[in-house]
């Protein structure tokens, strides 16, 4: 009989399911924070229990507790049951009542802006945009909202937009009761909207009664704009930049590149415009990847020679970097960018390529659960790069359950069904991989050894040939 051995054993995703389990959220919580079917997070507990010799929820817990990832967990459990001194904010995705799918950007937009202007508040947790925007359209109570997100308080809204004129009504919902603590309707000019984001922020503080650091104000953020065009065509260029296909990505480009025309100093708009360039670069989506990526490479140096130095340009500049293979550069400038605080998008992901290719999976392992931590619903781009982290760390099993889960949510990227071959070929299901690239290449017919190199920035040569022997095992063409 196998002896039972201690938490060091635990695979990276088995310590996660662990500590969640230990710290009360049952299996269907598990599987939707995870992704993943609640009959595998009942396998993955079978075997957490065979590994530690337990046999009780109980006897789990005081076998976490004497490791430091325990601990960290209890830490987290705490802060999710509104442990924290500091109150805590859900803003839910306002409504759009217009009728019109073409206005529903104008709703997202507002409720983005309303979570960025309440995150500059030191004394105040807002849950991120990824973890709200999960309960878009979904009729659900806003006690389990509150409960499932770990949020004290919830603002919740609703937008119309005719012609010029825009009505916006706003509600803020204690969390634990449901009850209305302040509730207000503006209607206004559609160019007022900033106004009207300044009014509700204002009004949440008051109403939470949120200690205010000396000096501190609720405000834009130092890369954000004030010209409602420019507005409007940033946050249709970020809907399309994310649905990551060679055509969105162009389509991003160009509502980018119209919203400079308006506000020429917008410097978000300018990173997420470099990003589509860095995204044809890492793709290939142009054909021209040098191309793409000294374009990407003017622009950061154009916002650096400018002083730009937001957290979101930070972390651009270290994926440059690291697309360029000047990986010591990337590994500093990723440091940087991480005190510097997560990417609005994407969290701490592009920092944690940098060390994945740089011959740290350990650290970009950690740098993914950051930005877990920043919101319980994973991104896709965590699901994705967990994947490739996962296979390096040998934990061939979690990294097929990712990238399986990544395919399903983003059927659209090649590179989903690439990490999903490897994912099988590493693990020994060779039939499934060669599968996998079959159906790949059924979509993407001319995609090579050479493509799949290119988008693939290791510092260690034995990695790329690793990785190219698996593809031409498998039978991906040079």
């Given amino acids: 009989m196998e002896e039972p051995g201690g938490v060091a054993e635990l695979s990276p995703r088995e310590l996660e399911i662990a500590q969640a389990y230990a710290g009360g959220a049952d299996y269907k919580e598990i599987a939707e924070r995870l992704f993943i079917a609640p009959n595998t997070v009942r396998t993955h507990v079978a075997t957490i229990y065979r590994k530690l010799g337990v046999g009780s929820k109980i006897e789990l817990f005081r076998a976490l507790q004497v490791s430091e990832p325990a601990k960290q967990s209890v830490e987290y459990q705490r802060n999710k049951t509104g442990g924290s001194e500091r109150p805590s904010i859900a803003v839910l995705p306002f409504m759009c009542m217009s009728g019109d799918p073409e206005q529903e950007f ?112 609720v405000q834009f953020d130092p890369g954000w704009t004030t010209n409602i065009d420019a507005w409007e065509k940033y946050h249709k260029g970020v809907l399309a930049h994310l649905l990551y296909t060679a055509e969105d990505g162009l389509r991003a480009r160009k509502l980018f590149e119209e919203c400079l025309e308006h506000d020429p100093v917008f410097v978000d708009a300018r990173v997420y415009l470099a990003w589509t360039y860095w995204q044809d670069a890492r793709s290939g989506f142009s054909r021209d990847r040098s191309h793409a990526l000294s374009t990407t490479r003017n622009l950061v140096d154009e916002m650096k020679a400018s002083g730009v130095v937001t957290a ?167």
């Fill in 312 to 478: 979101n340009f930070k972390h651009l500049e270290a994926a440059t970097l690291l697309m360029e293979r000047r990986h010591d550069d990337a590994l500093e400038i990723a440091d940087a960018a991480i005190s510097a605080g997560p990417c609005k998008l994407f969290g701490f992901t592009p920092s944690s390529l940098v060390f994945y290719y740089s011959g740290f999976p350990e650290k970009a392992y950690d740098l993914h659960r950051m930005t877990i931590r920043l919101t319980p619903y994973t991104p896709n781009d965590v699901i994705y790069n967990l994947a490739w982290v996962y296979n390096s760390l040998g934990d061939h099993r979690n990294s097929i359950e990712m990238a399986e889960d990544y395919v399903k949510r983003v059927p659209s990227d090649l590179y989903g069904f690439v990490v999903l071959a490897r994912a099988f070929a590493l693990a020994g299901r060779l039939e499934r991989a060669t599968e996998t690239l079959r159906e790949l290449r059924q979509s993407y017919p001319n995609f090579t050894l050479g493509d799949l190199i290119a988008h693939e920035p290791y510092r260690d040569e034995r990695e790329v040939k690793r990785l190219s022997d698996v593809f031409r095992d498998i039978g991906l063409p040079e």
């Fill in 106 to 217: 104008f709703a997202d937009g507002l409720t983005e802006d309303i979570i960025t202007r309440l995150s500059f508040l030191r004394n105040l947790v807002v849950m991120a945009r990824t973890s709200t925007f999960a309960f878009k359209g979904r009729a659900i109570r806003v006690q389990d909202i509150a409960s499932e997100l770990g949020a004290k308080f919830l603002l919740e809204g609703s937008v119309r937009k005719s012609g010029d004129r825009v009505r916006v009504t706003a509600q803020l919902i204690d969390g634990a009761t449901g009850a209305h603590l302040w509730a207000e309707r503006f209607d206004r000019d559609f160019r007022q909207v900033f106004d009207v984001q300044d009014e509700i922020t204002r009004s949440i503080v008051d109403a939470m009664q949120v200690r205010l650091v000396d000096g501190e104000v």
